[in-house]
């Protein structure tokens, strides 16, 4: 017997929930191969900043280890990362392009440091200044689903990082991984609203409160993102045919329907991979969790390489694409 042979015998006793499991361990596994698969080369633009060619650019020696260049017709002297996001960064962009892969692959911050040898401040801020760069990509190339869509809501434990448990607080903290004291729906979980395209796995992802969303709430996270048309499934909650006759789609209750063809197996794969990827991070900041939603996107089903994404992120010259401590710090935030 060959291997995938006994591999397969063996999965004949495994239960239903186990083969789920399997299924979605193989699934990482591919993505991470394909993510590391690309072998295109960042090469760094010298078009003037200024007068937007490259034809009076000459080489002017190095600046901090980077290539400097000089424009003869404006007389702009700069760098290579200048007005893009490794703007004044101590690292090269192969370092940018590892910690962007694995932002990508769910390595938490203290295990990238194992490999990459910064501070875990520059590291966090790296870190975030990509899932500000990941949130500029969306505002100019909006998430747009169509043809057939699933979605539903997944529910999250609140992350607890940065959280004091004082004497005063109102619940004990929680080990990671455990679930939620309170049964059912709480305000210790929050909710991440998910539609994504059956077909080619792009998504749009959002939290925008605890508990279950309202009809504002779906109509404002899925405005401007699903075509008019598309075929909407869902498990029925009585939002989506509101949000049907806002947006025109067709939406149908999977439940109340028979065949194959009628299931949420793509969206509630999503939710498993973003609830392993909750895990792997080992908690994220509430306050961040669109931020991480926004990594979601990119990482699901990965459509992109990190060549590809990482020259859509690094490379673009706009002065509002630098991003400096204080948006770290303050730019869309999630308060809930
Ligand atoms: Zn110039």
Redesign the pocket.
């Known amino acids: 017997m060959g291997n995938i042979e006994r591999i397969l015998a063996a999965g004949n006793n495994l239960s239903d929930s186990d083969l789920k499991i399997l299924v979605n361990k193989i699934m990482d596994r591919l993505n991470h191969e394909k993510a590391f698969a690309s072998s295109v080369k960042i090469v760094p633009r010298m078009e003037?900043?200024?007068?937007?060619?490259s034809s009076?650019?000459v080489r002017n020696g190095h600046k901090h280890g980077k290539q400097a260049f000089l424009?003869?017709?404006?007389?702009?002297s700069y760098v290579t990362t200048s007005n893009t996001l490794l703007s004044g960064s101590h690292y090269s962009s192969d370092v940018w392009k590892t910690v962007l892969a694995d932002t990508l692959m769910g390595v938490s911050l203290d295990d990238d440091l194992q490999h990459i040898r910064i501070s875990h401040t520059s590291l966090f801020f790296m870190r975030h200044k990509i899932m500000l760069a990941l949130e500029d990509l969306q505002e100019v190339s909006p998430a747009m689903v169509e043809e057939v869509v699933e979605a539903d809501e997944t529910y999250i434990p609140e992350p607890e990082k940065g959280t004091k448990f004082g004497p005063d607080a109102k619940r004990k903290p929680r080990k990671r991984g455990t679930p939620a004291s309170k049964r059912g729906l709480s305000d210790e979980q929050i909710c991440i609203c998910t539609a994504v395209q059956r077909k080619s796995g792009d998504l749009v992802v959002k939290s925008e409160n605890r508990a279950r969303p309202s009809t504002e709430d779906v109509v404002d996270i899925y405005t401007g993102h699903v075509k008019k048309g598309t075929l909407f499934l869902t498990d029925g909650m009585n939002v989506y045919p509101k949000l049907g006759k806002v947006l025109g789609l067709s939406v149908m209750n999977v439940k109340k329907e028979t065949g194959s063809f009628f299931s949420l197996n793509t969206v509630n794969n999503l939710h498993s991979f973003i609830k392993n990827r909750y895990y792997d991070y080992r908690g994220v900041a509430t306050k961040y969790l669109n931020r991480y939603n926004m990594v979601f996107r990119a990482a699901y089903r990965m459509r992109m390489s990190v060549d590809e994404l990482a020259e859509k992120l690094f490379l673009v010259r706009d002065p509002k694409r630098v991003h400096h401590y204080d948006d770290v710090k303050e730019l869309n935030m999630f308060a809930v």
């Open positions: 003037c900043p200024v007068c937007h060619t009076h650019v424009c003869r017709a404006c007389g702009k």
